[in-house]
């Protein structure tokens, strides 16, 4: 897969409609094994593996906190060289792909090609904040 497949597949894995559930399969075309993953809000700092995300959002699903969750690009800036790249993703959340927005937030998301296809091998995201919201578009380079 190329970048770009990788990131929509990315979101793809964790959006599900009522009734449903994530499709965990695609995750080995789309995360390096061990592959690591920060949330950082204003609660605090949280770590995951691959693992431990599946299980943390499957508990969530479970106990009826997501019966459906959408999250979908709104902006990219990428970064590449040779066979690594960086990729600024903004994304929106909605219960299901036609409701409202109920978050959005930014992935910041490293990944390498290897074998002709790109891994994601590690990501950290942040969703808007009390204080802290991000922006419509792409920011400008600094």
């Known amino acids: 897969m190329n970048i770009d497949e990788v990131i929509a597949a990315m979101y793809q894995n964790v959006s599900f409609e009522p009734g449903t559930r994530p499709d965990w399969k695609r995750e080995s075309e789309i995360f390096a094994p061990n592959a690591r993953f920060v949330r950082v809000n204003d609660d605090g700092v949280f770590e995951f593996t691959v693992e431990t995300f599946r299980q943390n959002f499957e508990s969530m699903i479970d106990s009826g906190v997501l019966p459906s969750f959408w999250e979908g690009e709104i902006w990219r800036e990428t970064h590449r060289f040779d066979n690594i790249a960086h ?17 959005r937030g930014v ?36």
């Open 107 to 142: 992935n910041s998301i490293q990944l390498f090609e290897r074998d002709g296809s790109w891994w994601i091998s590690a990501m950290i995201w942040r969703r808007d904040g009390k204080d802290i919201k991000i922006p419509e578009t792409a920011p400008a380079a600094t």
């Open 87 to 103: 990729v600024l993703s903004a994304y929106e959340t909605r219960w299901t792909r036609a409701g409202d927005v109920i978050n």
